[in-house]
């Protein structure tokens, strides 16, 4: 026997009470003289026994009571070693069914998913009438299919039964959390926790252990002991995060073997506007092997271009396709503001060197000059070291010039991206053009130097300067770029050594920069001096370079050229310069934030469509369809009646959460009069293809759950009988009750008994 309330087995205590006043008002013994006892004595004796038992029956009738009742406020429960259908306690039940994208594996015998759910009904079916449950799908989320426990038993198995596998990875803690909270707002006697699972080992990551808080009889029930075999796309790397017409893209592809044995032949086949484009073969010679291949391809227009890489089908199929959207640029305008942009032009275009716009009154850009043409071989020599994909930019950047003087006047309308080379003075009207120019969404590339007017910088510039320009540095020894972050897609095509190397440029001035709290420093020189700031505002973005680039000083004192730096002669300044240049063209896209994966939030920003809304829906990719509906995993409309509708913030956001499907999607934005589309892809993420599983020991261990490795769960009638043996044993406390009226009744009819004789005697 066990009690749900011990507290109250202290009410035992109040058992004494009748016995206390038994001996209060006990009757004392008076002495009375008389004459003669004799016939006195012999009635007394006769009388006093019936009296004295009578009474101790009552006084024992009315502690039995007092005991009784507390012993059932107790809420005693007897438990039993047999599961006697009589002894029953009323049981609440929690079932957490884990429906990540791995439970879709396909065993020999079903899929892993099928025998979960036959596994959860057989559970279901061994509650009785008056006992709760509910049901949570487990995936790196939980999902309550009931929010707490419910009696309409029918509703939950039918909630399992029309249950679907998510496309999504696995966390046990926050469903067991759930599990936990829900039981332990339930009073019942048992209280039962059962965790239906494949058991792999990334669902236990990054939390050691998870405390029964709730004190409920947990259950670890495996739907497989088998070895699984799977292979996987774990990533796509492109060579470049900036893509151009005509330039040789590598699609870096990285497959993993995520089984202990070799699985010899793979083909690994890629679609890009749902047609094939090529096929490799992949082949895996040792067990947990990772293996890397390359795929080349060209584009031939610009754009958004989609596509898909797809293994050979295997157990899990939804792991063998990894999609893509890959912005390929086109042409970009650009405007080369200063006194001296030949060589912009020329590092912009080295093939196509023509000046689109000619001033008057430049004599000093129209004679030859000694540096120019040292300049202009030092550039197409670092094309030649960079190879001949340089080529492509060729057609791509377009440049124009222009002095600052014929800036204020000059229409931008035709450009994407706007160089300020060594402008020494900003004046009211090249702000105003400015900041009219990144309102449109466009971006500007600032280089910078000593002999620049700090003041009109400071004042007029601030609104969209990534930093404050401060006084003139000057470095002896010259000073290199020290650190960067290599990741960026201005540095991404260096190589690991970066601009350490002997080729390293150097530089012998500078100005003090003070970053705005808006903006990011890319790069510093070795002292810390920031060398790159960049500050994204909406889709413009603002480059600062903390170099000037006059090739002749606008004036000299002495018979020598003195330059500030050698960057124009160095090979990394064509291909900084390029990719400068098509990454702020690219800043004007809307992409912003976007992990992925499935179950990220895809964030964007439409700064003319504020308040507005978006139209977001799948697109209907070859081959797509047929995956999407097989192996029981979850549907969702793909057709145009089918929309997504959602709202744009006033600041221009976009926000799309909760994405449950991978695939290809298309964001449809009216801007203007005109529709935008835009697209982006998701795909599963590839963790949870690592099928390998945590011991059942180990499990049991970090959850508090008494199920052992050595419990056997595949046949139902186990489970059933298992799952009684449990949860055999039966509250007693309406008995009890009833025991303690009855016990009133006969005390009642004692003593009024004894009352009524007591009259009669006298």
Known sequence: MAFLNPLFLFGLLAAGIPLLIHLWNRRRVVTIDFSSLIFLTAAHRENARRFQLRQLLILLLRMAIVA????????????????????????????VLDNSYSMGYQEVDGLRFE??????????????????????LMSDTPQPVFQQLTPDLESV????????????????????????????????????????????????????????????????????????????????RPSNQLIGVNLLLHLNVTIVNHSAASLGQN?????IG????????????????????????????PGTHTGYLSLTEDRLNIDNRRYFALDVIGEVRVLCVGEQTDYLTLALNPNNFVRSHQPSGRRANREPRTAVR????????SRVALGNNAGGYNTMILPTQCTPAEFENFPLEDYDVIILADVPKISHQIDTQLQEFIRHGKSIIVFVGGDSDRTSYKTLSNMWLPAEVGSTLTWTPPQQVGTYQASHPIFDIFPSEGFSTQYAPQFHNGVALQPTAESKVIARFEDDT???????????????????????????TTATTQYTNDLLVNPYFLPMLQQSVLYT?????????????????????????????????????????????????RQFPINDSQNTVVPIDEDGRLRFQDIERPGIYQIEVETQGRIQRDFFAVNVDSNESDLAQISLQEAAARVGARTTASEKTEAPTVVADTIDVRRHGREIWGELLILAVCLMMLESFLSNRASALAAGEK
């Open 68 to 95: 009784i009742i507390a012993l059932a406020l107790a809420r005693p429960f007897l438990t039993l070693g047999l599961p006697v259908a009589s002894v029953r306690a009323k049981t609440d039940v929690v079932i």
């Open 115 to 136: 025998k979960a759910k036959t596994l959860a009904t057989d559970i279901l079916e061994t509650l009785r009438h008056g006992d709760s449950a509910t049901l949570i």
């Open 157 to 236: 198995i039918a909630a399992i039964n029309e249950a679907e596998l998510s496309y999504r990875t696995t966390n046990v803690q926050p469903s067991l959390e759930l599990a936990h909270e829900i039981l332990a707002a339930s009073e019942q006697l048992n209280k039962e926790l059962y965790l239906i699972s494949d058991f792999a080992r990334n669902g236990w990551a990054n939390w050691s252990r998870l405390p029964n808080r709730s004190g409920v009889r947990i259950s670890l029930l495996p739907v497989t002991e088998n070895e699984a075999h799977n292979i996987s796309i774990e990533e796509i």
């Open 267 to 271: 083909i690994l086949t890629l679609f």
């Open 274 to 301: 749902g047609e094939k484009q090529k096929t490799v073969n992949a082949s895996f010679d040792h067990a947990d092997e990772t293996l890397n291949t390359t795929l080349r391809h060209n584009f031939s227009t």
């Open 374 to 381: 040292e300049e202009r071989n030092a550039l197409r020599q």
């Open 530 to 556: 920031p060398f790159l700031v960049e500050r994204i505002q909406g889709t413009s973005a603002v480059l600062l370079y903390n170099c000037g680039l006059l090739t002749q000083p606008r004036t000299s």
């Open 585 to 633: 063209a690219m800043a004007s896209g809307n992409f912003l934030t976007w992990g992925g994966h499935v179950g990220d939030t895809y964030t964007a920003y439409y700064p003319r469509s504020a308040g507005g809304k978006a139209s977001i829906r799948l697109m209907a990719v070859s081959g797509q369809q047929a995956d999407i509906s097989a192996a029981g995993f």
